[in-house]
């Protein structure tokens, strides 16, 4: 029964069970006191007309699968098909009675009910079975959309062209020990095939990859390669893996979809963090009993690209280890590098491996005689199918004693053999037999493997030519072939015809001759890509420049890079090729996420793309040198901005940091001060925006551009790029600060533990509780993660070799900076470590506990040498003396001490702090030692007479609220330094500090807010402090103040001005809202008592009611004569610390605040919602006009992001105000600063698009 044939017979069951329904209603009309079988009836036919009707709805579903046709399945529907007709016959045979007549029994109908009861049991089942597939395939699907892949990767892709696999007898000893490993369950999970070049690796990997996918053991597999593009690097690696996973064992991909949603970018954390989110931990939580291990295969990891990652992946891929169902392994090939090697002896014991070299020479000379017998036979079968009987090879053709010759020369590379069997077969050269006999003539010359492999097919290219003819042709030749060999990552015909500027015809005229060599695809959009890499090294082995007479085809590799570099930038300074929002998404904010790839790819073409992302390579690798005024400095100077968002739109932001350190070291010692000043420049411009430019490429325009310092070079250089929307920009300081870049991370912790290693690359900082990060310092991408780890104490060696760390479950322990790995472990504290250190000469380590002591430890044999005793509770920081003659300790009983080394005796103790110690410091010359305590006092001791020294107190801080006045013209700012100052709005000067308003009556405190009456005269203050709480009135004009009430219990939470500036209302922490009379000062009325948290407060226009914003959100509506709430609005006002109302909005409610204008929808469309165990209303939200993002980050116009506010400049609750278009911030660095925006010059697409809503 197909498809429709079972639609068809449920559409049959659902018509009975409606007159079975019908029916019985008919019956508890007619029948008295109508039996409760009957109302039990109608209540099994409901229900089973909704199963029925469920299952009719997912059979007509696009997802309606096979399993929804299963035997049991079909069989139930029939059964239910022929119970229902029966039952229908006797209620229609009962009810033609005179009076209608229950036709069942009582047993009778207890085994309809069973038998309903059981079919609907049954088909539920094949209903849950199809959702849960159906469920399935949607998380399948979701995962592989977000997944990033590297194309042909896997073993059996067509994008390389025809793939070889062991022919069948050939490697057979090599095959049978690998699949032996792969399914015997006591093997290691990991084994290493290692083999030189040429030696048949990658063919193994195929066949063994095939074979393990015929057993259906094979998981995944990723074939790497040099110049492949995403092949050639780990970029890609570990999410392919995933992707292959996902379609292999659908099961996983919810787990792996909740870590997409969590960490969408999880392609750019480190390796290992991957490998473990993606693979292990989903595999782990696998349902199901695996009675066979599951395969990854991994080819030429040799060719990925980074020393550092092949270490690295080896010790990643023996984690494979921890799973157990399935059981995971790894097959892994590659050359013997050095690299690998090491990787490999760290996880000695731990994994199998098999080295080609020890492969018997008999062994080989058989396989590979095999394989070139059968590729002979076929090349002559081939070519006499196709030539006229005349022309046909003799049947022995080529003969044992030539094909022993061959073999010969092939031993022990199978490259060899394939290439020469390549060579034969290309029709476009010559026939076998003439081809043949070019191979012996130069296998006569006793000339290498490799030698013999190549030169007769280039020779071929120049043979009889006039010498005129050869040099255009060995020119030509250098210039397309070695470009092809040269490239960091394969480009199509068409690519490589709009790089290197030559027609697809004489590209294709080049290649039709190499097709022995090269993977030539048919069409000019697949990617021309080298067979073997033997072919490469052959032509670019820097030997065969003493003898160019026998090798006229040799490239001169570095002068190779210096035309691709020349061709990447005149293509790029092409008019039109690059220019500002390249793919036309004309709202500043829009986020690289959104960007469609075939967007990317429509508006920047391959040739492009590869041009952007490769030239600085290309430059490194040449013998080129920068100078001022030249090609790089020309395009630099005008479409460094333009490259910039090309780069950020393709996702490859972050390597652009590494590329100005690579232009920087190609600077001419002389005559490259402009070009040099311009890359330094530009250095700092992308490191403290990359983040930015890789979340909104657009904002490279603005965001970056107005918050650079005034003279910055870019920003002098592009200022004309800066969008004519911001009319007004922010003042800013005239040099680049230190901070080199802002590392934004939610769950980073202590600032004070963090540690520079690796040369002044890596910082490592604490995450989440018991979680170490180790962030590369140029690209400010995460590198590595490491749980477990107490956040309190991170250190480095003085050569970065080493991390010291605490873990939570063993210790103190130190860790292999390059490989992760632990390497010893320190224990003997009997609590927890609180902080430890190296000693500059790394030999010994000092560690602080909360059980007071303190220990000097032996670094080499992991002993402790010295047990220092003497504080009262728990050690907080411990600081070495520059000779390190001396340590220091920082105590929670509030004192330092300050230890002897030598003697292991206490020679000094300094005491005076307030507080518990939580930081100390030697000056450089020892004679100060500066010892902070938890309230921020700093006490600096003079160690050579131990005395206190002095106390730096700070009088500068923070803005921590911005208000504009009424008229526009006056802002109010307050600050940490205990200060408010008015400001000129239009002059950006101070120009009336109130420099004594926080220390009326001796009370000190912090300004938490500010309000102007509406005739701008009079200003509104509250104070916090630890010990009282005030209300002041300020005349603005001269600065006089008057207190209104200082009788506060609680914090005070928001002081507003009525409209007419003759009363005024607070609320505060202790849930009462009080009224004052402005003039008399007197407390006119006060209501409530329970707990608020409320941001701000206004009037509305009329003065009868009050509005408060909530930190959460909530907008609430009071009346001012009752104090009872007459309404609930929730909205986006956390961070709104001013309100007003707006008029002439009519029927909306229209809130003007100091983070935007707020407009929400009457009162009739609001819809009801569960909030706060009630139900209150919610209105749409928009912000209208200038405004301020939920988050902060952003300012935005309409709702619309606009302009991104970098960490420094973005700010809380009190220091914005918006006024009209001009927008005012007190940052975190005490300056002001205001931007303006003319929304008559904003893109069109910005103002034509509706308030897009918030809540």
């Known amino acids: 029964m197909d498809v429709l044939g079972l639609l068809a017979n449920i559409s049959q069951v659902v018509d009975l069970l409606v007159k079975i329904g019908v029916m019985c209603s008919i019956y508890c009309v007619d029948v008295k006191k109508a039996p409760g079988d009957v109302r039990r009836l109608l209540k099994e036919v409901d229900r089973l007309t909704a199963v029925i009707k469920e299952l009719e709805s997912l059979l007509q579903s696009p997802k309606g699968s096979s399993k929804l046709q299963s035997p049991s399945l079909r069989q139930a529907v029939f059964d239910l098909h022929r119970l229902l007709a029966e039952m229908v016959a006797k209620l229609d045979l009962g009810a033609k009675h005179a009076r209608a007549v229950w036709p069942f029994k009582k047993r009778e109908i207890h085994e309809i009910f069973a038998t309903i009861e059981r079919q609907k049991t049954n088909i539920l089942l094949n209903i ?114 995933a992707a292959q996973l996902v379609r292999r064992i659908p099961s996983i991909a919810s787990r792996i979809r909740e870590v997409l949603d969590f960490e969408p970018q999880i392609h750019e954390k480190p390796l290992g963090d991957q490998f473990q989110k993606l693979i292990l931990d989903p595999l782990k939580n696998t349902p199901g009993c695996w ?25 990643i891929f023996s984690k494979a280890q921890q799973s157990n169902d399935p059981r995971l392994k790894i097959f892994l090939t590659s050359r013997p590098e050095l690299p690998i090697r090491l990787g490999f002896e760290e996880i000695s014991g731990k994994y199998d491996h098999l080295l080609l070299a020890t492969v018997p020479k008999a062994t080989i000379e058989h396989d590979i005689g095999l394989f070139m017998r059968h590729q002979l036979n076929v090349i002559k079968m081939d070519y006499n199918k196709s030539v006229s009987i005349h022309r046909k090879i003799s049947t022995g053709w080529p003969g044992d004693d030539v094909v022993q010759q061959l073999i010969d020369s092939a031993v022990p590379l199978f490259i060899v053999a394939a290439t020469i069997c390549r060579f034969l077969k290309d029709r476009r050269l010559g026939g076998p037999q003439h081809q043949l006999s070019k191979i012996l003539e130069y296998q006569k010359m ?13 020779d071929n290219l120049i043979a009889d030519l006039p010498l005129s003819a050869r040099k255009e042709v060995l020119t030509r030749f250098q210039y397309l072939i070695g470009s092809i060999i040269t490239l960091a990552q394969p480009l199509s015909i068409r690519s490589l015809a709009d790089l290197l500027g030559i027609s697809t015809d004489a590209i294709e005229d080049q290649l039709d001759l190499l097709h022995s060599v090269l993977g030539v695809p048919t069409d ?36 190779a890079h210096s035309k691709l570099f020349s ?81 950020s739109i393709m996702g490859r932001i972050t390597e652009s940091v590494h590329m100005m350190d690579d232009l ?20 700092r411009f992308i490191q403290t925006n990359v983040a930015t430019f890789d979340k909104a490429p657009l904002q490279i325009y603005s965001s970056a551009l107005i918050f650079a310092p005034e003279k910055s070079i870019v920003r002098s250089v592009f200022k004309s790029s800066i969008p004519t929307w911001l009319y007004s920009l922010p003042s800013m300081q005239s040099h680049w600060d230190p901070c080199l870049a802002t590392f934004e991370d939610q769950n980073m912790r202590d600032a004070d533990v963090i540690a520079i290693h690796g ?9 989440r509780e018991g979680e170490m990060k180790i962030w590369d310092a140029r690209t400010l991408s995460c590198v590595a993660i490491y749980e477990d780890v107490m956040y309190k104490s991170v250190r480095v060696s003085s050569d970065g070799a080493e991390i010291l760390y605490i873990s939570r479950s063993k210790g103190l322990q130190i860790m292999d900076a390059s490989t992760r790995s632990c390497i010893a472990e320190y224990n003997g504290h009997t609590d927890e470590i609180r902080r430890a250190m190296f000693s500059a000469d790394g030999q010994y380590l000092a560690s602080g506990s909360k059980d007071g002591t303190l220990r000097i430890w032996s670094r080499a044999s992991a002993t402790c040498d010295s047990l220092l005793e003497g504080h009262r509770a728990a050690i907080s920081d ?55 305590d938890f309230n921020g006092t700093f006490k600096v001791w003079d160690t050579s007479i131990e005395t206190q020294w002095g106390e730096i107190e700070s009088h500068e801080g923070a803005v921590l609220e911005v208000v504009f006045s009424p008229d526009k013209k006056t802002i109010v700012t307050t600050s940490g330094d205990r200060t408010v100052r008015l400001w000129d709005s239009t002059t950006d000067i101070p120009t009336a500090p109130f420099d004594h308003i926080m220390s009326s009556r001796g009370l000190f405190g912090f300004p938490r807010s500010i309000e102007f009456s509406a005739d701008s005269s009079t200003i509104l203050s509250s104070t916090d402090g630890s010990e009282a709480f005030s209300i002041k009135l300020w005349n603005a004009a001269n600065g006089d103040c008057q207190l209104l009430s200082d009788e506060f219990t609680g914090s005070i939470l928001s002081i507003a001005f009525s409209p007419d500036g003759t009363t005024v209302t607070s609320t505060s922490r202790d849930g009462i809202m009080r009224y004052w009379d402005t003039t008399t000062q007197k407390l006119l009325a006060s209501f409530g008592g329970g707990t608020y948290s409320i941001s701000s407060s206004i009037y509305t226009v009329d003065g009868t009611q009050l509005v408060l914003a909530c930190d959460d959100g909530m907008i609430e509506i009071l009346s001012v004569a009752t104090g009872h709430c007459l309404d609930k609005l929730v909205g986006i006002c956390g961070l709104a610390n001013h309100m007003a109302f707006d008029s002439s909005a009519g029927s909306s409610l229209r809130v003007i605040t100091n983070v935007g204008t707020l407009e929400f929808d009457p009162p009739g469309s609001a819809t009801c919602v569960h909030a706060r165990s009630s139900f209150s209303s919610q209105r749409a939200v928009n912000t209208i006009g200038l405004g301020l993002s939920k988050d902060g980050e952003w300012i935005t116009w309409d709702s619309r992001n606009m302009l991104w506010l970098p960490s420094a400049f973005r700010i809380s609750a009190s220091d914005i105000d918006v006024a009209g278009s001009l927008l005012a911030l007190g940052s975190r660095l005490g300056r002001l600063l205001l931007i303006g925006v003319d929304p008559s010059k904003m893109p069109v697409n910005v103002l034509d698009a509706s308030p897009r809503p918030l809540a």
């Open 664 to 683: 920087l070291y190609k600077l001419e010692e002389k005559n490259a001060q402009d070009i040099g000043n311009l890359i330094r420049d530009a250095k």
């Open 128 to 241: 849950n079975i199809e959702q849960t597939s159906v469920l399935l395939d949607v998380h399948q699907e979701i995962v592989l959309s977000k997944l990033r892949i590297a194309d042909a990767a896997t073993f059996d892709s067509s994008a390389d062209g025809e793939q070889s696999f062991c022919l069948e007898g050939t490697r057979s000893h090599i095959i049978a020990q690998i699949e032996e490993w792969g399914t015997n369950s006591d093997s290691q999970s990991v084994f290493w095939l290692n083999g030189m070049a040429g030696t048949g690796k990658s063919t193994i990997s195929r066949t063994i990859a095939q074979s393990f996918a015929n057993k259906n053991i094979l998981g995944a597999s990723f074939f790497f390669k040099r110049g492949g593009g995403d092949r050639s690097g780990t970029n890609f690696l570990i999410t392919t893996i």
């Open 446 to 458: 006793h000339i290498s493997g490799l030698d013999m492999t190549y030169l007769p097919i280039l």
């Open 759 to 767: 040369g002044d690359r890596f910082l490592s900082y604490p995450g």
């Open 878 to 932: 411990v600081v070495l003396s520059e000779d390190e003659s001396k340590i220091a300790s920082g105590s929670y009983d509030k004192s330092i001490r300050v230890w002897d080394m030598n003697t292991a005796t206490c020679i000094a103790i300094y005491d005076g702090h307030a507080e518990s110690i939580v930081s100390l410091i030697y000056s450089a010359d020892e004679t100060l030692l500066i010892s902070v």
């Open 291 to 315: 009675s066979s291990s599951l395969l990854i295969v991994v080819d030429a990891l040799d060719e990925c690209g980074n020393e550092e990652n092949m270490r690295t992946l080896i010790g």
């Open 567 to 647: 061709q990447c930038i005149k293509l790029l300074s092409t008019d039109g090729v690059l220019k500002e929002d390249i793919c036309f998404l004309r709202s500043p904010g829009t986020l690289r996420s959104d960007i469609k790839q075939n967007a990317i790819d429509e508006h920047l073409p391959g040739a492009v793309q590869y041009a952007c992302i490769y030239w600085v390579h290309h430059l490194s690798l040449s013998s080129l040198w920068i100078c001022d005024n030249d090609q790089t400095h020309k395009f630099l100077a005008s479409y460094l901005l333009n490259w910039l968002e090309a780069l």
């Open 524 to 559: 000019l959009d697949t990617p021309v890509r080298l067979l073997h890499l033997s072919f490469r090294d052959f032509l670019v082995d820097s030997e065969k420049k003493l003898n160019l007479s026998k090798y006229p085809f040799w490239v001169d590799e570095s002068e």
